[in-house]
């Protein structure tokens, strides 16, 4: 099966520019992530962490 795959992906003139793609998305993703993670104020991640603890705005039954 997978002889028969590499040999239709072979036959595809420019193929080999796709995993540089995907590997170039793939980081640019992360590094994005990352740096939001490392620039994101304190308040904020505080603020969000407290969300699903917050029973204030739940109606009691």
């Known amino acids: ?4 795959i590499k ?3 072979d ?3 420019g193929i080999e520019i796709y995993p540089m793609i995907s590997l170039l ?3 640019i993703f992360f590094v994005a992530l990352f ?5 994101a104020k304190k308040e ?5 962490s ?3 603890l ?3 705005n739940e109606t009691q039954l």
């Open 7 to 9: 040999h239709h992906m």
């Open 54 to 56: 917050d029973n204030q």
């Open 35 to 39: 740096w939001w993670v490392i620039t």
């Open 25 to 27: 998305i793939f980081f």
């Open 1 to 4: 099966m997978l002889k028969y």
């Open 44 to 48: 904020y991640i505080d603020r969000m």
């Open 50 to 52: 407290e969300i699903p």
């Open 11 to 13: 036959s595809i003139s």
